[in-house]
């Protein structure tokens, strides 16, 4: 029973245009939301958080949305770069449940020059 | 080193041998996780330390698996009786207090077992 799904494996976009990356949870109790990429050999760095309470939060090229209604957040990246090419990880928090961090399968994201 | 550090980054072990990682969270950091992950899936949550007690381990799958952080600081993943199954890359990561959401996370044990 996965708690966040991402129902992409993968993704390809051309460089300068807009990554989007999905996904998509079950439990109502999650109060904050990550993202997370991963390069091959190297463990996941953290990239953009999000509490529940908010519905939008930006860094620079990246950002997150969150649909607490939907239960879906999405990541988008504008514009891509080939160095954006990376496996991306949703992650989710159970409120008040110490720091149990649950994450999605993971999307790999290809940004061709 | 400024990170989190892993070792070994590849064990290669056989069935039934006993199995020890190692992970060197980032100094002054107090929360201490450990996750496994498999080929094609995501980091799979096992246990959990604030200080030096386990304050969830809820994720460990059965007691072959155990972890300790005896001083607040390293922690050793313990894995008994190694079965195929427990083939993956073992990942550490480390945040500055409980509350953080960021974890900093290591390169990974990568363990394999025959």
């Not at chain 1, 928090?93 to 940004?111: E, H, K």
């Amino acid at each position: 029973d996965q708690q966040v799904k991402q129902n992409s494996p993968s993704l390809s976009v051309q460089e300068g245009r807009i990554s989007i990356l999905n996904c998509d949870y079950t439990n109502s109790m999650f109060d904050y939301f990550l993202w997370y990429k991963k390069y091959p050999a190297e463990g996941p760095t953290f990239l953009i958080s999000i509490s529940s309470i908010k519905d939008k939060n930006e860094d620079g090229r990246f950002t997150v949305f969150l649909n607490k209604s939907a239960k879906h957040l999405s990541l988008h990246i504008v514009p891509s770069q080939p160095g954006d090419s990376a496996v991306y990880f949703c992650a989710a928090r159970l409120d008040n449940y110490g720091q149990n961090f649950v994450f999605g399968p993971g999307t790999r994201l290809s940004v061709l020059p | 080193g400024a990170g989190v550090s892993q070792t070994p980054s590849n064990k290669v072990t056989e069935k039934g041998k006993y199995v020890e990682l190692r992970c060197d969270p980032i100094s002054g950091h107090t929360a201490l996780y450990w996750y496994r992950q498999s080929l094609g899936q995501g980091p799979e949550f096992l246990i959990y330390f604030q200080g030096t007690g386990a304050a969830d381990d809820s994720g460990l799958p059965n007691d072959r698996f155990f972890a300790v952080r005896p001083e607040g600081s390293v922690s050793t993943l313990k894995i008994q009786r190694t079965e195929r199954g427990d083939s993956a890359v073992y990942l550490c990561a480390s945040s500055p207090y409980w509350e953080s959401g960021e974890l900093f996370f290591g390169e990974g044990s990568r363990l394999t077992v025959l």
